[in-house]
């Protein structure tokens, strides 16, 4: 069935480094991604999406690209900032299937 | 619009005891679902809706309940807790389909002693 593998974390930076979370996927036919985010003691909110090879999601600074030939769709952000500290999901959806989520990553951004 | 509204935000019961976690969404979405998150597990899908009169089970279902009886609400019923049922529960709601993109609630998380 369809899956998604995250890298595991806890991920901590400095604020403003360079922020990548790697996300790949297993699916039959073609699936849009999604990256969700949960702030402490909250539910998840959507990210960013991509819903064709080849497209870029973008939202907040963050960025993704759906790289159909290595199955990816890694989570980017040049300058991070301690707002930024949560867990990040990596998911997909395709046909009529339920959204499918990886494990999760918790990003700390320390000052 | 409140989005998706989750009640109560915290719970404590005891082992055998029933109750339900209620799920309400003033979005007009057709999609709702019900997911648990407890450490290093991510959000498994215990039970999911296509639509007012359509239910099926997630990948956890077991010892879980649900109906759909109106578009706007979608109670999950525990109906003999277990200390294994631990865990921050979430429903989330999406127009249509089975659910891509999805509003969470706010949660409610339950402890079985």
């Known amino acids: 069935g369809d899956s998604v593998t995250q890298m595991e974390g806890p991920v901590t930076l400095s604020e403003e480094a360079f922020l990548t979370i790697n996300c790949t996927y297993t699916?039959?036919?073609?699936?849009?991604l999604f990256w969700y985010v949960q702030y402490p003691g909250e539910g998840l909110q959507l990210l960013l999406k991509?819903?064709?090879?080849?497209d870029k999601g973008s939202n907040k600074g963050f960025e993704a690209t759906y790289r159909k030939e290595t199955t990816s769709f890694h989570l980017e952000k040049g300058s991070v900032q301690v707002s930024d500290s949560a867990v990040y999901f990596c998911?997909?959806?395709?046909?009529?299937?339920?959204?499918?989520f990886g494990k999760g990553t918790r990003l700390s951004v320390i000052a | 619009n409140a989005g998706v509204t989750q009640t109560p935000k915290f719970q404590v019961l005891k082992t055998g005891q029933s109750m339900t976690l209620q799920c309400a969404q003033d979005?007009?979405?057709?999609?709702m679902s019900w997911y648990r998150q407890d450490p290093g597990m991510g959000l498994r899908l215990i039970h999911y809706?296509?639509?007012?009169?359509?239910?099926d089970q997630g990948e956890v279902p077991n010892g879980y309940n649900v109906s759909r009886s109106t578009t706007e609400d979608f109670p999950l019923r525990l109906l003999s807790a277990a200390p294994s049922q631990t865990s921050v529960y979430f429903c989330?709601?999406?127009?249509?389909?089975?659910?891509?993109?999805?509003?969470f609630g706010p949660g409610t998380r339950l402890t079985v002693t």
């Open positions: 989330a709601s999406s127009l249509a389909g089975t659910g891509g993109e999805q509003y």
């Open positions: 699916a039959t036919g073609y699936p849009s």
């Open positions: 991509a819903t064709k090879a080849d």
């Open positions: 998911a997909l959806h395709s046909g009529n299937t339920p959204l499918v």
């Open positions: 979005m007009n979405h057709e999609y």
């Open positions: 809706s296509v639509g007012a009169g359509i239910t």
